[in-house]
């Protein structure tokens, strides 16, 4: 059982909280920066160096090239997740 601390600081921009989104697709959970789009899934420790980036993993789960934002918004895509499911 992973306990999320109620409000972590990114740790890469440290300019906005680390907050729980899901996919909307299949409700897969994951930590999001909505400042400098910075992703952690919720089995890592979030630190700069396991950051992911959002617009790579949305790219890869839709299968497109670059930039995965041309013809879609984030709400399209994602939402924000009152806690975890997994
Ligand atoms: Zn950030």
């Not at 906005?16 to 909505?34: E, H, I, N, Q």
């Not at 041309?70 to 806690?83: G, H, L």
């Amino acid at each position: 059982m992973l306990v999320m601390p109620a409000q972590l600081v990114c740790p890469r921009c440290e300019q906005d909280w680390v907050r729980p989104y899901r996919f909307k697709a299949d409700g897969t959970s994951f930590l999001l920066c909505t400042e400098c789009d910075s992703l952690w899934w919720p089995d890592e420790a979030v630190a700069v160096a396991r950051a992911h980036f959002l617009d790579d993993v949305v790219a890869a789960r839709l299968g497109v090239e670059g930039n995965p934002w041309s013809d879609r918004v984030w709400a399209d895509v994602i939402e924000p997740a009152p806690d975890f499911r997994r």
